[in-house]
């Protein structure tokens, strides 16, 4: 069984930073993209940044230049690390991985909330 645990988040005022962590565990094979979406108070969930295997990344360009996407491929980690950020960030930030056990298939973690406010 697969697991992805997300740790950080939290309150941070305008202009902050902030980091965002997530661990996959259990039964895998291989980890292929890994990644984050969020989702606001009355908005669908949106992607926020992708990493493959081989560090390739995407992010929406609400967050280019903002927010960094990395991971660490021997602990199936990967890491968000968000600065100057703004208001319109506050939401549920959820992990996401498409992992092989070995059949590929889609994990999400837990979600954590990331306030921004003054």
């Known amino acids: 069984q697969v697991q992805l645990v997300q740790s950080g988040g939290g309150l941070v005022h305008p202009g902050g930073s902030l980091r965002l962590s997530c661990a996959a565990s259990?039964?895998?094979?291989?980890?292929?993209?890994m990644g984050w979406y969020r989702q606001a108070p009355g908005k669908q969930r949106e992607l926020v940044a992708t990493i493959t295997s081989d560090g390739s990344t995407d992010y929406a360009d609400s967050v280019k230049g903002r927010f960094t996407i990395s991971r660490n491929n021997p602990t199936n980690t990967n890491y968000l690390q968000m600065n100057s950020l703004k208001a319109e960030d506050t939401a549920v930030y959820y992990c996401?991985?498409?992992?092989?056990?070995?059949?590929?298939?889609?994990?999400w973690g837990q979600g954590t909330q990331v306030t921004v406010s003054s």
């Open positions: 996401y991985a498409r992992i092989a056990t070995p059949l590929f298939n889609d994990y």
């Open positions: 259990g039964s895998i094979f291989s980890v292929y993209v």
